[in-house]
């Protein structure tokens, strides 16, 4: 692939000084132009503007840019920081930076939080929690009866809506998901650890290092 210096990044706005990033983020700079590398070819897949579109998005997630699922698709929302409509180099870096597995669990929480909290009341009401059950379970190909969807949204409520209020705010969501970890086990890519491993050729040409932070 070559080498990538930081004066890559700067020569389009959408991309930022892989210090910076690296800087504001669990991840050092030689995984910051790795993740370049990936957002290359996601950026480039469909629309070739150096910006990752919601069908490519979906695209690299699903390998189909049709598939509509309300979970990419609140994925893509919460990545889109800007709310352009697009994800830029930093929106991507800063919002996979979530999914570090050294990242605090307590940010993984308030992530999964925004994710369910679908109309961005600041609260998750039944009828959000069941959508995103069911998307959920769509992504995974799994397959459930009416009544089992219902029975899993019904014990989280009662599991999780402490006040019996009819809706779950983000202390009763911190209290809910420390005590059922399950439930953040998407919010881990274990491979990000190790995300210039899956660009070796990269890594040794690389002109940077992590003494430059």
Same mark, same amino acid.
């Given at each position: 692939m070559g080498c990538v210096s930081s004066k890559? =990044?700067?020569r389009a706005k959408e991309y930022e000084d892989p210090n910076i990033l690296a800087k504001e983020t669990t991840f050092s700079v030689n995984e910051v132009e790795a993740l370049y590398q990936l957002y290359k070819k996601i950026s480039h897949s469909i629309f070739? @503007?150096?910006l990752i579109h919601k069908e490519e998005f979906q695209l690299a997630l699903f390998r189909n840019s049709n598939k509509k699922n309300l979970f990419a698709d609140r994925i893509f929302d919460l990545f889109d920081l800007k709310r352009n409509g697009v994800i830029e180099f930093g929106e991507f870096v800063r919002s996979l930076n979530? =999914?570090?597995p050294d990242t605090? +669990? /307590?940010?993984?929480? /308030?992530f999964a939080f925004r994710l369910y909290d679908l109309r961005g009341t600041g609260f998750i009401e039944r009828e959000e929690l069941k959508e995103m059950v069911l998307a959920i379970l769509n992504e995974s190909e799994l397959i459930?009866? @009416?009544d089992a969807v219902e029975q899993i949204v019904d014990q989280? =409520?009662?599991q999780a809506d402490m006040n019996e209020d009819g809706k779950i705010d983000s202390e009763e969501w911190k209290a809910f998901a420390?005590? #059922?970890p399950a439930l953040l086990? #998407? +919010?881990t890519l274990p491979y990000l650890k190790d995300i210039t491993m899956a660009f070796p050729s990269f890594v040794l040409n690389s002109g940077a290092s992590d003494e430059e932070l």
């Open positions: 890559q =990044f700067k070739q @503007d150096g979530i =999914f570090h605090p +669990m /307590a940010e993984k929480i /308030a459930l009866s @009416d989280t =409520f009662k420390s005590k #059922n086990k #998407n +919010m």
